[in-house]
């Protein structure tokens, strides 16, 4: 195949990114393919920084090969001649593995200055990121790589355009590529034969928290909530009932009973506000507390904030100091006010999914379990912490 039939092939999949953002993998490649540049790169993102995730650990630990073939036909189809695999530096095993394997396919010539014969480069290296939640990020992470402060990047240029090194960079999360060479093996129509909507193929879901059978299972897109949660998940791990679950990550919106039948797909998950994220599903049942939570998510956002700016740097601290004066005044309306437009804020003003998604878990909370914002546990346990 020519390296625009396989853009192509990729494209008509209906393939999107699975790292968060769902942006369609071939469109990627494609802008990078029509860059032109000295040198180009590969890029794999396995931070895998969402908590309640580890697909792309599985995956990497179990078949490493298919991420070592994935992001070599990506290097074949925009002329990229070097890849790295940026991986938490949590994941030993991964990163033990992945070497291993690099070395096995650089000793069969599937890597190297001359790849199967082809008269084509293309070699791979893992790097180890140091465990900063914002270096999953692509700009971020792509700072990172080139030894610098992991610090967002402002957009434009997308890294498809200017990336590492100031290169046209494909960045793709783990079960992008990962997806790619059964793309190629079976045909595009047998990929996007999976699948709901625009939501083609299959998502990896990984069920953590209070839950029976946590885990990973692969789904095509349309299967509701309700059914991972009780056909494959069996409940609650407590045995009490599910009150909300948490979609997407850290920046995901807590979903209350009502929304569990909504099915799996990117575009009706947007329809309720709220996002699919990598795939990570993390369960609490009756006896967590929504504000507690809500708290929880600013003061992450404070702690993991690159700092480029206000909006999010700033807001987060001012939004940790906000929900305790509403928990403190048993729900205060003026203070809940202050809280949805500084989150409005945020929303509008971040420079990145990090400051603007953020207030997806805190006003879903504040909007779906208002109670949990009266002087309760929350209180005294910031009161104890006080002390
Ligand atoms: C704060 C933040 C953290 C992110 N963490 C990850 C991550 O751990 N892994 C990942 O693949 N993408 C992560 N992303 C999304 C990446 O920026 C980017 O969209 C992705 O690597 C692109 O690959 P994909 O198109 O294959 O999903 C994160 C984004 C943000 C804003
Ligand atoms: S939103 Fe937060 S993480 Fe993103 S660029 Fe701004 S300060 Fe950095």
């Not at 968060?20 to 040198?39: C, E, N, Q």
């Not at 991420?67 to 940026?86: D, N, W």
Request: proline share 4%; glycine share 12%; hydrophobic share 40%.
């Amino acid at each position: 195949m020519s390296p625009a039939a396989v853009v192509q092939t990729v494209t008509h999949s209906g393939l999107r990114g699975r790292g968060g953002a769902a942006f369609p993998t071939g469109a990627k490649w494609k802008t990078v393919l029509d860059t032109d540049a000295d040198r180009k790169y590969v890029v794999c993102n396995a931070d895998e920084g969402d908590s309640g995730t580890f697909a792309d650990r599985l995956v990497m630990e179990g078949d490493p090969f298919a991420l070592i073939e994935g992001m070599t036909i990506a290097a074949f189809a925009v002329s990229a001649t070097k890849g790295y695999i940026y991986v938490r530096s949590e994941y030993p095993h991964a990163i033990a593995i992945l070497e291993a394997a690099i070395q096995t396919a650089r000793n069969a010539g599937y890597l190297g200055v001359d790849v199967l014969g082809s008269g084509k480069q293309f070699d791979l290296e893992v790097r180890k990121g140091a465990g900063a939640y914002i270096c999953g990020e692509e700009t971020a992470l792509l700072e990172s790589l080139e030894g610098n402060r992991g610090i967002v990047r402002a957009r434009p240029p997308l890294p498809a355009v200017r990336g590492l090194f100031n290169q046209p960079t494909i960045v793709n999360n783990v079960l992008s590529f990962t997806s790619v060479p059964v793309i190629l093996h079976r045909g595009a129509e047998f990929y996007r034969d999976f699948g709901m909507g625009r939501s083609r193929g299959t998502i990896a879901i990984q069920l953590a928290g209070n839950i029976k059978h946590g885990g990973l299972i692969e789904k095509a897109f349309g299967v509701t909530l309700r059914e991972v949660l009780y056909e494959y998940g069996g409940g609650t791990a407590s045995g009490r009932p599910i009150k909300a679950v948490q979609v997407g990550g850290p920046l995901g919106a807590y979903l209350p009973e009502r929304h569990w039948d909504t099915p799996l797909d990117y575009e009706a998950f947007s329809a309720i506000g709220a996002v699919l994220g990598h795939g990570g599903i993390v369960v609490h049942d009756d006896s967590a507390n929504l504000g507690r939570l809500a708290r929880y998510a600013m003061e992450f956002c404070a702690v993991e904030s690159c700092g480029k700016c206000t909006p999010c740097r700033i807001g987060s601290t001012r939004g940790v100091e906000v929900i305790d004066k509403i928990i403190g005044s048993n729900g205060g309306m003026q203070q809940i006010e202050l809280l949805r437009d500084l989150c409005d804020t945020m929303v509008h003003g971040s420079l990145c999914a990090m400051g603007s998604m953020t207030p997806l878990p805190v006003l879903s909370a504040l909007d779906h379990f208002p109670n949990d914002f009266r002087r309760n546990d929350a209180a005294c346990d910031i009161e104890k912490r006080t002390l």
